[in-house]
């Protein structure tokens, strides 16, 4: 099955730096990457994600790439804010094979402190 | 919309009480999914349910028992709840077209 490792698992950034997260992913079928931002107290919630037909994808300050050669993938966070701070997770999964359709394996998360 | 909703919010449990997490979802969603969240091990997934009558084990599926009741709700049971067992459960909903999930806000149990 999928593995997924993601790292760092924490990142203090000053604001206004940039931030980066990396995850590499073990199964050459998976084809769908998204990322998830958990807040304090509250559920994951999806900010951007990446399907294998595209290298690179971005929303305003947040950036994701993937290299399907190597199996890593990135998400690139611009101008970082204090609101920024949270739990970062990756994931991976295959849209198509029917045993792993639709269950992300994920990362095991990267605490995001940004400092004022 | 109220998106995927999760009761209770919080739980405390003596070792070998029952109880079971209720999760419901209004998007109309043929997959759910039950996950624990333990500190430094992301999300595991316990059971998942890809419709309606469905369900299949995921990660981490012993000590737990689940039923899709109907195609907007998902419950996940303890029978006998171990220490092992505290952590943070999230239920999620998927649109499978695009492979998005949608999580609730969690469930917080402690068992004694």
């Known amino acids: 099955g999928e593995n997924v490792e993601q790292h760092p698992s924490t990142l203090s950034v000053q604001e206004g730096d940039s931030a980066v997260i990396k995850c590499t992913y073990s199964d050459s079928a998976s084809n769908y990457f998204p990322w998830y931002k958990q807040e304090l107290g509250k559920g994951p919630q999806l900010i951007i994600d990446i399907r294998s037909n595209v290298g690179e994808k971005k929303d305003q300050r947040i950036a994701v790439t993937l290299n399907k050669t190597a199996k890593h993938f990135s998400l690139h966070i611009t101008e970082t804010q204090p609101e920024d701070s949270a739990v970062y997770f990756c994931a991976a999964t295959s849209l198509q094979g029917l045993d792993s359709w639709g269950k992300l394996q994920f990362g095991a998360g990267t605490q995001v402190v940004v400092t004022p | 919309n109220a998106g995927v909703t999760q009761t209770p919010k919080f739980q405390v449990l003596k070792t070998g009480q029952s109880m079971t997490l209720q999760c419901a979802q209004d998007m109309n969603h043929n997959s759910m999914y039950w996950y624990r969240q333990d500190p430094g091990m992301g999300l595991r997934l316990i059971y998942y349910?890809?419709?309606?009558?469905?369900?299949d084990k995921g990660e981490v599926p012993n000590g737990y028992n689940v039923s899709r009741l109907n195609k907007r709700e998902f419950s996940l049971r303890l029978e006998s709840a171990a220490p092992s067992q505290t952590s943070v459960y999230f239920c999620?909903?998927?649109?499978?077209?695009?492979?998005?999930?949608?999580f609730g806000p969690g469930t917080r149990l402690t068992v004694l």
């Open positions: 349910s890809a419709s309606e009558g469905t369900t």
């Open positions: 999620a909903s998927s649109d499978e077209d695009r492979g998005q999930e949608f």
